[in-house]
Antibody, heavy 122, light 107 residues
Framework: QLQLQESGPGLVKPSETLSLTCTVSGGSISSSSYYWGWIRQPPGKGLEWIGSIYYSGSTYYNPSLKSRVTISVDTSKNQFSLKLSSVTAADTAVYYC??????????????WGQGTLVTVSS | VIWMTQSPSLLSASTGDRVIISCRMSQGISSYLAWYQQKPGKAPELLIYAASTLQSGVPSRFSGSGSGTDFTLTISCLQSEDFATYYCQQYYSFPLTFGGGTKVEIK
C-alpha cells in the first residue's frame, strides 16, 4: 500500500526558506503513471495546491506562489521536496504531499500524506 | 483561474438525514471534479472523482452528480462517521483549485 510521509522543520523564521521532503514507500516515485504534489492548508482554512512534479523533473506550479517555489525529485531516495522562499506568517500552514495520476484529465489526489504543520515565526 | 464556490459553508444535520452539498464553478469544467472528506487533524481523503465515480472503498451512501459548472455531493443517509468537512477540487485546468469547504456538523 502506497504511503507518503512529510518531514522537515516545524518552525521557520520570516524571510527564510521553508524546506520539506516527502518520502514515498510501498511504491516507486519513478512510476510513469503519476505526478507528485504539494498542497497546503492554513489553520482553520481551505486547501491550496502549491505544485506538482513528475519523476523526470517536469513541474507545474501555482502562479500565485511560482516566484517563491521550487519542487524537486530524488528518484534514488524515492523522495520529492518543496522549497518555499521568503516566507511570511501567511505561509503558516499544514503542508501535505500527495500523488495524482499523470494525466490532468485524472488530476485528483490520492493518497495523501498525514501532513506537517509549519509555523513561520521569529 | 477557475474559482469554486461551495455551499453551504456550514450544514447542521442529524444522523439519517439526506445531505446535499453544492459546488459551482466560475467556468465550465466538463466532469473534471473530485470530492474529498477531511476529519479534524487528518488529511483529506478522496471520495469521488470524475464528478460521479466512487473511489474504491467509499460507502455507496455517497454520490456525486453534475457537469459543466454545477455539481453536487449527496450523502443519502448521514452516519456518525460522516460528520466532517467536504471539499471539491477541479482538475480541468491549472492551477488546480479547491472549493472553500463545507463543514457538516451535528444538529
Amino acid at each position: 500500500q502506497l504511503q507518503l510521509q512529510e518531514s522537515g522543520p516545524g518552525l521557520v523564521k520570516p524571510s527564510e526558506t521553508l524546506s520539506l521532503t516527502c518520502t514515498v514507500s510501498g511504491g516507486s516515485i519513478s512510476s510513469s503513471s503519476y505526478y507528485w504534489g504539494w498542497i497546503r492548508q492554513p489553520p482553520g482554512k481551505g486547501l491550496e495546491w502549491i505544485g506538482s512534479i513528475y519523476y523526470s523533473g517536469s513541474t507545474y506550479y501555482n502562479p500565485s506562489l511560482k516566484s517563491r517555489v521550487t519542487i524537486s525529485v530524488d528518484t534514488s531516495k524515492n523522495q520529492f521536496s518543496l522549497k518555499l522562499s521568503s516566507v511570511t506568517a501567511a505561509d503558516t500552514a499544514v503542508y501535505y504531499c500527495a500523488r495524482r495520476p499523470w494525466q490532468l484529465a485524472d488530476g485528483w489526489f490520492d493518497p495523501w500524506g498525514q501532513g506537517t504543520l509549519v509555523t513561520v515565526s521569529s | 483561474v477557475i474559482w469554486m464556490t461551495q455551499s453551504p459553508s456550514l450544514l447542521s444535520a442529524s444522523t439519517g438525514d439526506r445531505v446535499i452539498i453544492s459546488c459551482r464553478m466560475s467556468q465550465g469544467i466538463s466532469s473534471y471534479l473530485a470530492w474529498y472528506q477531511q476529519k479534524p487533524g487528518k488529511a483529506p481523503e478522496l471520495l469521488i472523482y470524475a464528478a460521479s465515480t466512487l473511489q474504491s472503498g467509499v460507502p455507496s451512501r455517497f454520490s456525486g452528480s453534475g457537469s459543466g459548472t454545477d455539481f453536487t455531493l449527496t450523502i443519502s443517509c448521514l452516519q456518525s462517521e460522516d460528520f466532517a468537512t467536504y471539499y471539491c477540487q477541479q482538475y480541468y485546468s491549472f492551477p488546480l483549485t479547491f472549493g472553500g469547504g463545507t463543514k457538516v456538523e451535528i444538529k
